[in-house]
């Protein structure tokens, strides 16, 4: 993190392979990472103090790649890959942010998706009642939207584009997000060191715009990074 203009290490303790998706709790007590033991992608969540500490684990199931923590502080979405009568499946979970119950047993996840598509990205919105995420049911990665419980789930983008990682203004008032080509990789891919573009519309999907063009792509903006006051 950078704190007073200098950058500081947080420790993180065993979480020493940490990659891109880390998110704040709505409270900035806490941070959640998604960490891979060293060699493989079994990336799973955990929870840690916000100055440093010892992880806890949220998700004992992998790989599991976080995204979104509920405003009420309850619970965190991911991207899940897990397998499904003998094919690997990519859908959006949802999990109790306390990650054990009273008896010390894992808390289970709730499968929000199942379609046959790489389904990634999942936010909550400011009120907490939806989730955003990004799905290439479709065809193309495209933004979609549902219920908090995984009901209605609608597709908000459109464009002959690679449309990643939906992020909800605090004020509620703009969504942006990253937009691929749909040349040069796979739809369910969002790699480094490409020509990228960031996008912003209203949470209805109207006054869709690009903001900008930009070198970059795989953790530019894979979680939220709107500032506090929206601007």
């Known amino acids: 993190r950078i704190s007073e203009d200098r950058e500081c290490k947080i420790p993180s303790g065993d979480c020493t392979n940490c990659n891109n998706d880390h998110v704040l709790s709505p409270d900035h007590t806490q941070i959640a990472v998604s960490h891979s033991k060293p060699g493989t992608w079994e990336s799973k969540i955990y929870i840690l103090p916000a100055t440093g500490g010892t992880p806890r684990l949220v998700t004992p199931n992998g790989p599991s790649y976080l995204h979104g923590w509920s405003p009420d502080g309850k619970e965190l979405a991911y991207c899940a890959f897990r397998e499904q009568e003998g094919t690997l499946s990519v859908d959006i ?7 054990e ?9 709730k499968q929000l998706t199942s379609h046959a598509a790489f ?8 009120d907490g009642k939806h989730i955003w995420f990004n799905s290439t049911r479709t065809g193309l990665m495209q933004i979609w939207k549902m219920d908090r ?40 891919e969002h790699l480094p060191n490409m020509q990228v573009s960031l996008w912003a519309m209203k949470p209805d999907g109207t006054q869709r715009r690009k903001l900008f063009d930009f070198f970059g792509g795989q953790g530019s903006v894979n979680v939220n990074s709107w500032a506090p006051d929206s601007k």
């Not at 979970?93 to 990650?99: F, L, M, T, V």
């Not at 119950?101 to 996840?109: I, L, S, V």
């Not at 990205?121 to 400011?126: A, K, L, N, S, V």
């Not at 609608?154 to 937009?179: C, K």
């Open 93 to 99: 979970y949802s999990i109790p942010a306390e990650g």
């Open 101 to 109: 119950n009273a008896d010390g047993e894992p808390r289970e996840e």
């Open 119 to 126: 389904n990634d990205g999942p936010e909550y919105d400011p």
């Open 149 to 188: 419980d995984g009901k209605n789930q609608t597709q908000m983008t459109y464009e002959e584009q690679n449309n990643w990682f939906a992020h909800v203004s605090p004020d509620g008032e703009r969504v942006i997000n990253l937009a691929y080509s749909k040349d040069g990789l796979d739809a369910n």
